[in-house]
């Protein structure tokens, strides 16, 4: 029985509310241990070319490419910095997203809103790794924090500060071909501020998009078409009156922590299970009577069954690494970027590390291996590479713990329990930590820095730069009306 058939058979069962959490596995003999690593500053996000071989990282101030055919060995063979010197804006950064589509690789930024930074998507040939040539640099008039790529399109987040959509590019013209936003499916949700439904993430499959908008939920949008996108159904979307009347300060608490918070999305390859990855910490309330609590904390990654997109079923939730300090400046181990392959999930998950399940029975995920070493690696995304020896091999990408360097770590792909693993007691200092997160996410000065508000999801202090951006928005476009 495939998956598609056993989401079938059980739905009636789990649609009577049977909703599994994971669970651990017996170890594999030997202890479960990174084969390799190699640094590389800035890294952020990782994609893998279609064997396997090659990674493509994202770099915050460029993309590197590293050979991982040799998994005790990956080496660098291509490492492009200070792109678009040239440009008006230039150099273009804040580089946190790379996708590819066959031998074209995206990359795309800046991430954030971010003055002095040219916005759009770098179109890149990568058929020779070790050589790889930028074709062209559509420009836009709004940040790209995380893009997907296929068919020669380019799906992506575009908040804008007003609708937030996805925006589909044509990636040889750069013409739009279609656009699709929360607001456009229901006018309700123009009443809810920006930064509550900010575009984090699309993932694409088979023509239907998962677009992950924070406290909106999880859209299921049929873009096969993308000049006449249509919603299938959606996830966690919550009701827009309640969220458009929440506070100032409300809206900063609700944007923290659960519900909500959806971050990243992605499906199987039968398309029916879905992914959810949620972004959360915890954050220090005042009560009544002045005392304060500490609420919310981290999340983790929800399957859903979306055979049937108008009515989803969550199968089982697999939660998150616990936090001993769980707060924005403390140690983070909610849920990050993951990768289906084969019945198995591959996740990140902050100073929380890397693990793999068994998911071939969604509704009951099975914890194979967990690797963490949080006093040095933060892991952003992990993704499975390729078969190897006996078994195979995924990667993860680090973007460093205080003066560690960021990296690209190879895992082997199977059981196993690491050896002396270390607890994640790890004390925070959180002025320092979140200086430090800051300043390696955004590359700006102390002054621009110290202009941004927080809202989490965009890294740290991304808030009102991010979703108050009319004003960036507004200046780029008189300067690109004036020439």
């Given at each position: 029985?495939?998956?598609?058939?056993?989401?079938?058979?059980?739905?009636?069962?789990?649609?009577?509310?049977?909703?599994?959490?994971?669970?651990?596995?017996?170890?594999?003999?030997?202890?479960f241990?990174?084969?390799?690593?190699?640094?590389?500053?800035?890294?952020?996000?990782?994609?893998?070319?279609?064997?396997?071989?090659?990674?493509?990282?994202?770099?915050?101030?460029?993309?590197?490419?590293?050979?991982?055919?040799?998994?005790?060995?990956?080496?660098?063979l291509?490492?492009?910095?200070?792109?678009?010197s040239?440009?008006?804006?230039?150099?273009?950064?804040?580089?946190?997203?790379?996708?590819?589509?066959?031998e074209?690789?995206?990359?795309?930024?800046?991430?954030?809103?971010?003055?002095?930074?040219?916005?759009?998507?770098?179109?890149?040939?990568?058929?020779?790794?070790?050589?790889?040539?930028?074709?062209t640099?559509?420009?836009?008039?709004?940040?790209?924090?995380?893009?997907?790529?296929?068919?020669?399109?380019?799906?992506?987040?575009?908040?804008?500060?007003?609708?937030?959509?996805?925006?589909?590019?044509?990636?040889?013209?750069?013409?739009?071909?279609?656009?699709?936003?929360?607001?456009?499916?229901?006018?309700?949700?123009?009443?809810?501020?920006?930064?509550?439904?900010?575009?984090?993430?699309?993932?694409?499959?088979?023509?239907?998009?998962?677009?992950?908008?924070?406290?909106?939920?999880?859209?299921?949008?049929?873009?096969?078409?993308?000049?006449?996108?249509?919603?299938?159904?959606?996830?966690?979307?919550?009701?827009?009156?309640?969220?458009?009347?929440?506070?100032?300060?409300?809206?900063?608490?609700?944007?923290?922590?659960?519900?909500?918070?959806?971050?990243?999305?992605?499906?199987d390859?039968?398309?029916?299970?879905?992914?959810?990855?949620?972004?959360?910490?915890?954050?220090?309330?005042?009560?009544?009577?002045?005392?304060?609590?500490?609420?919310?904390?981290?999340?983790?990654?929800?399957?859903?069954?979306?055979?049937?997109?108008?009515?989803?079923?969550?199968?089982?939730?697999?939660?998150?690494?616990?936090?001993?300090?769980?707060?924005?400046?403390?140690?983070?181990?909610?849920?990050?970027?993951?990768?289906?392959?084969?019945?198995?999930?591959?996740?990140?998950?902050?100073?929380?590390?890397?693990?793999?399940?068994?998911?071939?029975?969604?509704?009951?995920?099975?914890?194979?291996?967990?690797w963490?070493?949080?006093?040095?690696?933060?892991?952003?995304?992990?993704?499975?590479?390729?078969?190897?020896?006996?078994?195979?091999?995924?990667?993860?990408?680090?973007?460093?713990?205080?003066?560690?360097?960021?990296?690209?770590?190879?895992?082997?792909?199977?059981?196993?329990?690491?050896?002396?693993?270390?607890?994640?007691?790890?004390?925070?200092?959180?002025?320092?930590?979140?200086?430090?997160?800051?300043?390696?996410?955004?590359?700006?000065t102390?002054?621009?820095?110290?202009?941004?508000?927080?809202?989490?999801?965009?890294?740290?202090?991304?808030?009102?730069?991010?979703?108050?951006?009319?004003?960036?928005?507004?200046r780029?476009?008189?300067?690109?009306?004036?020439?």
């Amino acid at each position: 029985m495939d998956r598609r058939q056993f989401l079938r058979v059980t739905g009636g069962t789990l649609l009577a509310g049977a909703v599994g959490t994971s669970r651990r596995a017996a170890a594999h003999p030997g202890p479960f241990e990174p084969l390799g690593s190699v640094d590389i500053d800035g890294a952020k996000e990782v994609v893998l070319s279609a064997d396997g071989q090659t990674a493509f990282v994202a770099a915050t101030s460029g993309y590197v490419t590293v050979d991982v055919s040799s998994p005790d060995r990956p080496r660098i063979l291509a490492e492009r910095r200070g792109l678009l010197s040239d440009h008006d804006d230039g150099p273009f950064r804040n580089i946190y997203d790379v996708k590819l589509d066959g031998e074209t690789l995206l990359a795309v930024g800046p991430a954030n809103p971010l003055p002095g930074s040219p916005a759009g998507v770098l179109v890149v040939d990568v058929s020779d790794p070790a050589a790889p040539v930028e074709r062209t640099f559509h420009e836009t008039d709004y940040p790209i924090h995380n893009c997907f790529a296929a068919d020669g399109r380019a799906y992506l987040t575009a908040n804008d500060g007003d609708e937030n959509p996805v925006v589909v590019l044509d990636v040889e013209t750069g013409d739009e071909l279609g656009r699709w936003s929360v607001v456009s499916a229901d006018e309700r949700w123009a009443d809810v501020p920006t930064r509550v439904r900010a575009v984090h993430d699309v993932w694409v499959q088979d023509g239907v998009a998962a677009i992950s908008l924070w406290d909106a939920g999880t859209w299921l949008v049929d873009v096969s078409d993308p000049g006449d996108p249509s919603v299938l159904g959606s996830v966690g979307a919550g009701d827009p009156a309640e969220l458009s009347s929440l506070s100032a300060d409300q809206q900063r608490t609700t944007g923290r922590t659960p519900p909500g918070n959806h971050h990243s999305a992605a499906t199987d390859e039968s398309g029916d299970l879905l992914g959810i990855g949620i972004e959360s910490w915890g954050i220090e309330v005042t009560r009544d009577d002045e005392t304060t609590e500490l609420v919310g904390g981290p999340s983790g990654v929800e399957l859903w069954d979306i055979s049937n997109p108008v009515s989803p079923t969550r199968l089982s939730t697999i939660d998150p690494p616990p936090s001993p300090a769980p707060t924005i400046g403390g140690v983070w181990t909610t849920a990050h970027n993951f990768d289906f392959h084969d019945g198995f999930l591959y996740s990140s998950w902050y100073r929380g590390g890397v693990k793999r399940h068994d998911v071939s029975d969604p509704s009951n995920p099975v914890e194979l291996s967990w690797w963490r070493d949080p006093e040095r690696a933060s892991f952003w995304a992990a993704q499975y590479a390729y078969p190897f020896a006996d078994e195979g091999v995924f990667v993860a990408s680090s973007w460093g713990v205080d003066d560690v360097s960021p990296a690209l770590y190879t895992f082997p792909d199977h059981a196993g329990e690491q050896r002396d693993s270390p607890a994640l007691d790890t004390e925070a200092t959180p002025d320092s930590t979140a200086t430090q997160t800051t300043a390696r996410e955004t590359e700006t000065t102390p002054t621009d820095t110290a202009s941004r508000a927080d809202v989490p999801g965009f890294g740290i202090g991304v808030g009102a730069a991010a979703f108050g951006a009319a004003g960036w928005l507004y200046r780029r476009r008189a300067r690109q009306q004036r020439e």
